[in-house]
Nanobody, 125 residues
Framework: HVQLVESGGGSVQAGGSLRLSCAASGYISSTYCMGWFRQAPGKEREGVAAISLGGVSTFYADSVKGRFTISQDKSKNTVYLQMNDLKADDTATYYC???????????????????WGRGTQVTVS
């Protein structure tokens, strides 16, 4: 039974940086896809980035390419989202997600992930 816990959210000024962490407990195999999503008030949850745990494949939404970096520490069962040059539009609750299948072309869809964390708030002013 996989559980995900996010941390690292907070309030920053535009142009600042934050690093989010997603700690996974339970059995996580190398076939897993891990993703970060975000949801702003009144908006749909959208995919931000994803990483295939067994390889080096990473995926990004166009809105964050060049600013956000997803990475993993296999020894800690943790996935990170480094967010640089933050903008007001990045304000949202950020969720970590996991699925037992390798990342697919539809990674940015909520339905591609079976397990979700509770989220961490990021506010950019």
């Amino acid at each position: 039974h996989v559980q995900l816990v996010e941390s690292g959210g907070g309030s920053v000024q535009a142009g600042g940086s934050l690093r989010l962490s997603c700690a996974a407990s339970g059995y996580i195999s190398s076939t897993y896809c891990m993703g970060w999503f975000r949801q702003a008030p009144g908006k749909e949850r959208e995919g931000v980035a994803a990483i295939s745990l067994g390889g080096v494949s990473t995926f990004y939404a166009d809105s964050v390419k060049g600013r956000f970096t997803i990475s993993q520490d296999k020894s800690k069962n943790t996935v990170y989202l480094q967010m640089n040059d933050l903008k007001a539009d990045d304000t949202a609750t950020y969720y970590c997600a996991a699925d037992s299948m390798v990342c697919r072309s539809q990674w940015a869809q909520k339905s591609s992930f079976a397990v979700w964390g509770r989220g961490t708030q990021v506010t950019v002013s």
